[in-house]
């Protein structure tokens, strides 16, 4: 498995603000992913980060609101830009380990914009 | 978008009764993997079963795997008040972009 951290665990915040989410893992790893899970959802992901390179963004997510760092190969961190209420979602990173593609997550960071 | 449905979306339950949740998928896999969310916190790797197995158990657990019929159904035995939980499939396709897409979830209540 791997131990993954994410910073704030939760955070309320104001319409038109920023909000850096950290996520750092326990030993290096080639992909990054983030996910977003919007209230009684299941989760959608947002972008691949790896290290040395642009993120490479899904449908529907575009790097001006989102964009993503990935400094070096045990750290990455989410921007939700200019958030608005529809931004209130769980904000996940995972990292993917072992011979079996098994992708493992971190605890979450619940967003909630007034 | 969302690969998988899964069925039911809510299952409820007596304690120490077994649990079954099914997940279908539309395209050819690499690997279906489980998870388990508790109350909307982050989520805890169940099993992983690739494409070439049809069954995998970890403890309470069996997970079986069905290629001709595109679908995965998760057994929890001797249900617990603590599995409680959302249970959501993800498949990781064999071809193209290596990334898992979800199911949208049975959520699990087990009654003591």
């Known amino acids: 498995s791997a131990v993954i951290s994410q910073k704030p665990s939760r955070d309320i915040c104001q319409r038109g603000t920023s909000l850096t989410i950290q996520c750092q893992v326990d030993s290096q790893v080639t992909m990054m992913f983030w996910y977003r899970q919007q209230p009684g959802q299941s989760l959608t992901l947002i972008a691949t980060?790896?290290?040395?390179?642009?993120?490479?963004?899904e449908s529907g997510f575009v790097i001006d609101k989102f964009p993503i760092s990935r400094p070096n190969l045990t750290f990455s961190t989410l921007t939700v830009s200019n958030m608005s209420p529809e931004d209130s979602s769980i904000y996940l990173c995972?990292?993917?380990?072992?011979?079996?593609?098994?992708?493992?997550f971190g605890p979450g960071t619940r967003l909630t914009v007034l | 978008s969302q690969q998988g449905e899964e069925d039911p979306q809510a299952l409820s339950i007596q304690e120490g009764e077994n649990a079954t949740m099914n997940c279908s998928y539309k395209?050819?896999?690499?690997?279906l993997q489980w998870y388990r969310q508790n109350s909307g916190r982050g989520l805890v790797h169940l099993i992983l079963?690739?494409?070439?197995?049809r069954e995998k158990h970890s403890g309470r657990l069996r997970v079986t795997l069905d290629t001709s019929k595109k679908s995965s159904s998760l057994l929890i035995t001797a249900s617990r008040a603590a599995d409680t939980a959302s249970y959501f499939c993800a498949t990781l396709r064999d071809q193209g972009a290596q990334k898992l897409v979800f199911g949208q979830g049975t959520r699990l209540t087990i009654n003591p």
């Open positions: 995972s990292v993917e380990r072992g011979a079996g593609n098994e992708q493992f």
């Open positions: 079963i690739r494409s070439n197995e």
């Open positions: 395209t050819s896999i690499n690997n």
């Open positions: 980060a790896n290290q040395g390179s642009e993120a490479t963004y």
